[in-house]
């Protein structure tokens, strides 16, 4: 079954603004990924954040887990046109070693 | 230097028809999956291997066959193609620890081929 939810669904912004992105899940897990794909490419890692942590920052990438809620979310601070991506999260569910993704935010970023 | 490379990256052929996708990865990885992405970009998981050994089978027809001939290469032969099997196909690869452990699972994908059965 799909594990992991993102809301909204597409998004669109304009350069300079901050985007943020939700997902939701529905077993306990080990951790939770988050990853980008541009338009015909393959997905590229981004974050990765442990089921002990509640926040993580990358760069201009923020990234909150609440277990209590199975919940995380994904903030893109001054968004840029080469942020327009799909960003899709993924958690590796607690006992077991594959990713199960969700279905992807579409971000469009207008320059 | 590609770190997860597939061929080919376009495939366009008619139903019936028997083909195949190559993975390769220079990552120094145990584990390689395959996954299928739809038209509304849903992201499945076909199989995985660690090692050459096969770990993951998802609920996948079984006119599809992996087969790992080492750890660095991944192979996906589709036989008896079908309209549905239309997507693209990524192949993706990890270091992989225990089950339980929270070491890191990242994956890193290759390009994708996009097939195409008419």
């Known amino acids: 079954s799909q594990q992991g939810e993102e809301d909204p669904q597409a998004l669109s912004i304009q350069e300079g603004e901050n985007a943020t992105m939700n997902c939701s899940y529905k077993t306990s897990i080990n951790n939770l990924q988050w990853y980008r794909q541009n338009s015909g490419r393959g997905l590229v890692h981004l974050i990765l954040i442990r089921s002990n942590e509640r926040e993580k920052h990358s760069g201009r990438l923020r990234v909150t887990l609440d277990t209590s809620k199975k919940s995380s979310s994904l903030l893109i601070t001054a968004s840029r046109a080469a942020d327009t991506a799909s960003y899709f999260c993924?958690?590796?569910?607690?006992?077991?070693?594959?990713?199960?993704f969700g279905k992807g935010n579409q971000v469009v970023v207008i320059p | 230097d590609t770190a997860v490379s597939q061929t080919p990256k376009y495939l366009v052929t008619q139903m019936g028809n028997d083909k195949s996708i190559k993975c390769e990865q220079n990552?120094?990885?145990?584990?390689m999956y395959w996954y299928k992405q739809d038209s509304k970009k849903f992201l499945k998981i076909m199989f995985s291997?660690?090692?050459?050994?096969?770990?993951i089978n998802e609920t996948v027809p079984n006119r599809f066959s992996p087969k790992s001939p080492d750890k660095a290469h991944l192979n996906l032969h589709i036989n008896s193609l079908e309209l549905g099997d239309s997507a693209v196909y990524f192949c993706a690869s990890s270091q992989v620890g225990m089950v339980g452990d929270r070491r890191s699972y990242e994956q890193y994908f290759g390009p994708g081929t996009r097939l195409t059965v008419t």
């Open positions: 291997y660690n090692n050459k050994e096969l770990i």
């Open positions: 993924a958690t590796v569910p607690y006992g077991n070693n594959r990713l199960a």
């Open positions: 990552l120094g990885h145990d584990t």
